[in-house]
């Protein structure tokens, strides 16, 4: 039971990297790039807001408080193994075929504008190497045997074997 719990944890872990680290990564870059133009007395494409770059830190330290607590946390290896694959094997698939790796990202007009701003942040943190930076962080604790085991018991320790020679 302990590792479906994982197994379903590890799912939320990688939506959460995937999906809101995306969006957090482009709406931040979305306001540096505003920012910037300001500062050079352009017109900005987009205008600053100043509530969106905040909402966007929150988002990064949210999943940054999941990711942190998956890697430290006592819970099933299954809930770090299963984000980390999927982030390793979309770098692998990115080193080998970029179209391919980057067609996996959603940019249809027809997908949520939410989705399609995710999608551009993954890109970022695909074609950046952050991607395989959280893979390879998220695979060091499946490599840790105490994982793997079942946390001690202390309601094992009640009862006492009785000692050699005694009379019961």
Same mark, same amino acid.
């Given at each position: 039971?302990?590792?479906?719990?994982?197994?379903?944890?590890?799912?939320?872990?990688?939506?959460?990297?995937?999906?809101?680290?995306?969006?957090?990564?482009?709406?931040?870059?979305?306001?540096?790039?505003?920012?910037?133009?300001?500062?050079?007395?352009?017109?900005?494409?987009?205008?600053?807001?100043?509530?969106?770059?905040?909402?966007?830190?929150?988002?990064?330290?949210?999943?940054?408080?999941?990711?942190?607590?998956?890697?430290?946390?006592?819970?099933?290896?299954?809930?770090?193994?299963?984000?980390?694959?999927?982030?390793?094997?979309?770098?692998?698939? =990115?080193?080998?075929?970029?179209?391919?790796?980057?067609?996996?990202?959603?940019?249809?007009?027809?997908?949520?504008?939410?989705?399609?701003?995710?999608?551009?942040?993954?890109?970022?943190?695909?074609?950046?190497?952050?991607?395989?930076?959280?893979?390879?962080?998220?695979?060091?604790?499946?490599?840790?045997?105490?994982?793997?085991?079942?946390?001690?018991?202390?309601?094992?320790?009640?009862?006492?074997?009785?000692?050699?020679?005694? =009379?019961?």
């Amino acid at each position: 039971m302990r590792h479906l719990a994982g197994l379903l944890l590890g799912l939320v872990v990688t939506a959460a990297v995937l999906a809101g680290g995306g969006w957090a990564t482009s709406e931040a870059l979305t306001q540096a790039a505003g920012t910037a133009a300001a500062q050079a007395g352009q017109a900005a494409a987009v205008p600053f807001d100043d509530q969106k770059l905040w909402i966007a830190l929150g988002a990064m330290a949210a999943v940054g408080l999941v990711f942190g607590l998956v890697v430290a946390g006592r819970v099933s290896p299954l809930a770090t193994f299963v984000p980390s694959m999927v982030l390793l094997a979309w770098t692998v698939v =990115y080193a080998l075929d970029q179209p391919r790796a980057l067609s996996l990202i959603p940019a249809e007009p027809s997908v949520n504008a939410l989705l399609r701003e995710a999608g551009a942040g993954a890109r970022t943190l695909l074609t950046s190497g952050v991607l395989a930076l959280l893979g390879v962080a998220l695979f060091i604790p499946v490599l840790m045997p105490s994982r793997w085991s079942r946390p001690h018991d202390d309601a094992d320790d009640d009862y006492e074997s009785s000692p050699e020679g005694s =009379y019961y």
